[in-house]
Nanobody
Framework: QVQLVESGGGLVQPGGSLRLSCSVS????????VGWYRQAPGKQRELVAT???????MYSDSVKGRFTISRENAVNAVFLQMNNLKPEDTAVYYC?????????WGQGTQVAVSS
């Protein structure tokens, strides 16, 4: 069973930075794509950023220029560097891995942006 474990969430002031990490139990090249989604209270889960097996990245418009997704193949990890955080970035952030039509999810890590 594939396992994804997130870490790195927390409370940060507006304009601050956080780096999320996701440890994947399998070789990340086994998946078509890995990435990050988030869900704010009362809202649907939404895509934040993904990186596919070829290294192509995709970002939601709301985070472009502020967030950067990366991966470390040797340790099967995916990262999300979040800069210039805004209160509207407050959400639970989930790591995701996709293969064909199947999705695997982590348990989520809370990010709160508040002064």
């Amino acid at each position: 069973q594939v396992q994804l474990v997130e870490s790195g969430g927390g409370l940060v002031q507006p304009g601050g930075s956080l780096r999320l990490s996701c440890s994947v139990s399998e070789n990340i090249f086994n998946f078509n794509a890995v990435g990050w989604y988030r869900q704010a209270p009362g809202k649907q889960r939404e895509l934040v950023a993904t990186i596919n097996v070829g290294g192509r990245t995709m970002y939601s418009d709301s985070v472009k220029g502020r967030f950067t997704i990366s991966r470390e193949n040797a340790v099967n990890a995916v990262f999300l560097q979040m800069n210039n955080l805004k209160p509207e970035d407050t959400a639970v952030y989930y790591c995701n891995a996709q293969i064909l039509s199947k999705d695997y999810w982590g348990q989520g890590t809370q990010v709160a942006v508040s002064s």
